[in-house]
DNA sequence: CTGAAAGCGCTTACAG
DNA sequence: CTGAAAGCGCTTACAG
């Protein structure tokens, strides 16, 4: 590997221009700028990133926290592909590099960002899949660490975030079931802790006090993000005594198995349950009849939630108006079949 | 942030005995080592990783290269989220970290590789994805970074790979249909240069001679591995005039559009036309008439590929065999619906 | 416009 | 068993 110093002895001059050279300083002679850079290229030099970071205390690099693991497989990993593509060509504008950092559903998320954080190997983080109560959120406002959260957390208040509009697609949801008669509507929500639950829970309640319709618990389901969780909602919801007209999905994988229940019992999605989920996602996309769910540029939002964090990062801030720190991301609806009929049979 | 001088001063000891003590040197006194082991966790010291690295000329991380972009949103991404956690699983063990780091759509990989490991910010790498003819695998020979292909490749043949059984599934995919009777049978390629799709073309051909059919051009079909692509897919095929009785696809998502064009003309997969897709992935397992397809542990084959790298990188070998640098990665049939009646109606 | 030098935070021979 | 010092590859005031 060639460093700045082959570089300088090849060329016969110090390192110190070299290094002024290749970072666009000024005060420069051109023809040695030309000389440096041209040599640079012949001889694959590239700046040493433990060197610079040493030196200059940044690392050029912006770090994307996800949960790697089991559990997420064929859950939400589809969606950071997207999220990623958005956050890069943002990035890229200002030559930052992302580096997506998994945490293993075997680590402590909260002992993992203090490691990456310790490790000093980024300049800002962003974090997802936040939880009501996130550790993290603190450890990371009180290292003075940049960062934006994807997701919405009651632990502290001041830092940028976008969330996706969970409020919106239960409210937006309820409307729509309780416009084509239905006052019976269950939920189904993760089983976990993740704070977009409480959120989508809370506005699918004040929904239903706006329709004048009472609160069931009963109407609660809670089961894991995917098929198998799906299923378990189904057969909860065909054993209700008083069962349900519709049901509100917080995550479109569980459609799924809801959707395999129910045939298993000969009733068919649409006509005998009314059903919205939740990303019109390429895997709900698949569904048959198709889910009606909501939409959105999971691109955007990567670029968005670059933006926000590149705006509390006194280098980058001049790029951005710094107006918009933490969002609502919207989501549009997208009329599937699965909610279609206005009066469904009552479940036999 | 805190560093070794604050650690070391606040013990009033050198920091070359705080380093010893941390890093399980020997010769560093018991009490001292305790000492200097409560004053870090108290401190919340963790070595900055710049230092170490300029210092060591190591990171402690390894790097998994994959390729993020628009194209690949429902595609091959819920793969990778298996496969990282094997990885995860096995690094850990030697206290290595993944980065995963994506390649975006907008950038050529071999630049992007190259800009990585000029980084210096890995040890070792992981590339996936690869071509019949991958740069990236002559850059990373040549710069000696220890590197491992998910992935064949007829570039450079020295370097340790884990393949998926392309070949395999294509051999007992058309054993099957021809068991079944069928003998025109087409194949859905991908429409990209990855290698994996020459394996599986020559074994549909491999197979076909070993039955005694004769190869034909036309059922040789090419699209994008996705919805999109399988639904192009089958209006080409129904428009043959001689259609085949089977297909064979190179990825599962194409049997979404499959699926529904075919739908469009009434007709109905494993009745009208049998099909097997390839991974009998979380997506795959959606489809109604179940597709036959293969699958494998995701998991499993982090794990492998880890082990494998490791074995070529000097620090870690030792745990290691060696002896299972390259492999072919089996995959186990799974039974559908999908190519189940043995001789299917014609398509009308 | 350029060079010499300091120093970022570590680890590791080398003395003692 | 411990300390003092060198040096990894950079960038950046500081002189000239």
Redesign the pocket.
């Known amino acids: ?1 060639v ?3 082959d570089l300088a002895k090849h060329l016969d ?5 070299v ?2 050279a ?2 666009d ?1 000024p ?4 023809q ?1 700028r030309e000389k440096v850079l041209q040599a640079a290229d012949n001889l694959g ?1 590239v ?2 990133q ?3 970071s ?4 940044t690392t050029n690099a912006i770090g994307f926290l996800i949960e790697s693991g089991a559990d997420t497989e064929g859950n939400s990993d589809n969606f950071f592909m997207g999220v990623i593509d958005g956050l890069q060509s943002e990035l890229s504008k200002h030559k930052l590099d992302l580096l997506v950092l998994p945490c293993s559903t075997d680590e402590n998320p909260e002992n993992y960002v203090k490691r990456m954080v310790a490790r000093q190997l980024v300049d800002g983080m962003i974090i997802s899949a936040t939880h009501t109560i996130d550790k993290r959120i603190d450890f990371l406002s009180k290292s003075k660490l940049p960062f934006v959260a994807l997701g919405q957390s009651e632990t502290g208040k001041n830092h940028p975030w976008i969330d996706l509009d969970f409020e919106g697609v239960a409210r937006v949801s309820i409307d729509r079931f309780v416009k084509n008669g239905h006052r019976r509507i269950a939920i189904a929500l993760s089983a976990n802790e993740l704070n977009l639950g409480s959120i989508f829970l809370k506005s699918y309640k004040d929904s239903l006090k706006r329709h004048n319709i009472e609160f069931s618990p009963e109407l609660v389901l809670q089961a894991n993000s995917n098929d198998k969780g799906g299923y378990a909602i189904a057969d909860e919801l065909l054993n209700l005594n008083d069962r349900p007209t519709a049901i509100l999905l917080v995550h479109e994988l569980m459609a799924h198995g809801l959707y395999r229940r129910l045939a298993e019992d000969g009733l068919v999605v649409g006509r005998d349950l009314a059903v919205i989920g939740f990303r019109n996602s390429a895997q709900a996309r698949m569904f048959s009849p198709s889910l009606t769910s909501f939409k959105l540029s999971l691109r955007d939002l990567g670029i968005a939630l670059a933006a926000s964090l590149l705006s509390t990062m006194p280098a980058y801030q001049k790029h951005y108006s710094g107006k918009m720190l933490s969002q609502i991301w919207p989501m549009e609806i997208v009329d599937g079949e699965s909610d279609a009929e206005k009066i469904p049979k009552n479940l036999t």
Chains 1, 2 share one sequence.
């Open positions: 590997m460093s700045i110093k001059i110090s390192i110190g221009t290094s002024r290749l970072n300083k005060d420069v002679n051109k040695t030099y700046a040493n433990s060197g610079r040493l030196r200059q205390g």
